[in-house]
């Protein structure tokens, strides 16, 4: 089963943002990735069309099961 961690922002220009972890660990908390995501915002290391990601929106982790039938 794969899984990925999905952290959505809101940028200053109001547009939505969001970064992908693969594998994240196990166990994270609400509390860990809220404070996770606002390091993000304070660092200011990402931003969409010049905007800076401005407030935390959402995070979700995302499980996919994959069932190969035929590999060749």
Do not use: H, W, Y
Not at 17 to 30: F, I, R
């Amino acid at each position: 089963m794969a899984k990925t961690l999905q952290l959505n922002f809101t940028t200053a220009a109001g547009k939505q943002a969001s970064l992908t972890v693969d594998e994240p660990k196990e166990g994270l908390t609400a509390t860990e990735v809220e404070l996770a995501m606002a390091q993000i915002i304070s660092a200011g290391a990402f931003e969409v069309d010049g905007s800076p990601f401005a407030a935390v929106k959402s995070a979700r982790i995302i499980e996919r099961n994959v069932t190969e039938l035929v590999q060749v």
